[in-house]
């Protein structure tokens, strides 16, 4: 079956436009993560669906950033008014129930110019 | 200091040889010990997954944890050229399983 999917792949916004970052998981995924990852470091926790409910956003890194997954499926990651700062890889990931394994999705690339 | 500590290499080895990575953690409520492979502008891909302490093997692929030592390796025997990539360790503490990662240390196998 299909993997985790994101879209775009690649988005390249000018300082101060919002940015809308898309995730499909894996079809029947009930847990839902985002991560930030910048150049050459590990990804970073972002924030945490768990169906439609988001559990946890402490890692959201101000309140530029907000995510929804209202169906309890496909998720969006917003950031208003775009940084420099912002320009990383944000990767979805999902997994079947609270203690499985984590599939990450192959990320979207913003460049905040 | 950052939860996790992960050597960013980059590692070069020949073909064949043995690879020994690791990480080091401070946080001893980490449960669960993952490790992650990662290809030039690709997602992570799970690797190992261990919970608590012990050795687990998968083909050329072992993976490591001391929890005394808060200590975990990943040992990669026969490399191949097709190793070459990041790999990061990754833990979590139970519940949700939100993973605290390492920054990742960059492996090339030569032929």
């Known amino acids: 079956g299909a993997g985790v999917s994101q879209s775009p792949r690649y988005k390249v916004a000018k300082r101060g436009q919002d940015v809308a970052l898309r995730c499909d998981p894996i079809s029947g995924h009930v847990s839902l993560f985002w991560y930030q990852q910048a150049l050459g470091q590990g990804p970073e926790f972002l924030t945490y669906?768990?169906?439609?409910?988001?559990?946890?956003k402490s890692g959201l890194p101000s309140d530029r950033f907000f995510a929804e997954r209202p169906e309890g499926s496909v998720s969006t990651l917003k950031i208003q008014r775009t940084q420099q700062e912002d320009s990383a890889v944000y990767l979805c990931?999902?997994?079947?129930?609270?203690?499985?394994?984590?599939?990450f999705g192959p990320g979207t690339r913003l460049l905040v110019l | 200091q950052k939860e996790v500590e992960q050597d960013p290499g980059p590692l070069s080895v020949p073909e064949g040889a043995i690879v020994s990575l690791n990480c080091t953690y401070s946080?001893?409520?980490?449960?669960?010990f993952m490790w992650y492979r990662q290809y030039s502008r690709k997602g992570p891909e799970l690797l190992m997954y261990t919970y608590s302490s012990g050795n687990k093997e998968d083909g050329r692929f072992t993976a490591q944890v001391d929890k005394s030592s808060k200590y975990i390796s990943l040992f990669i025997r026969d490399s191949q050229p097709s190793d070459s990539a990041t790999y990061l360790c990754?833990?979590?503490?139970?519940?949700?399983?939100?993973?605290?990662f390492g920054a990742g240390t960059r492996l090339a196998v030569h032929p």
């Open positions: 946080n001893s409520a980490f449960q669960y």
């Open positions: 669906f768990q169906n439609e409910a988001q559990l946890d």
């Open positions: 990754a833990m979590g503490a139970g519940g949700y399983n939100k993973l605290i």
């Open positions: 990931a999902s997994s079947s129930d609270l203690s499985e394994t984590q599939y």
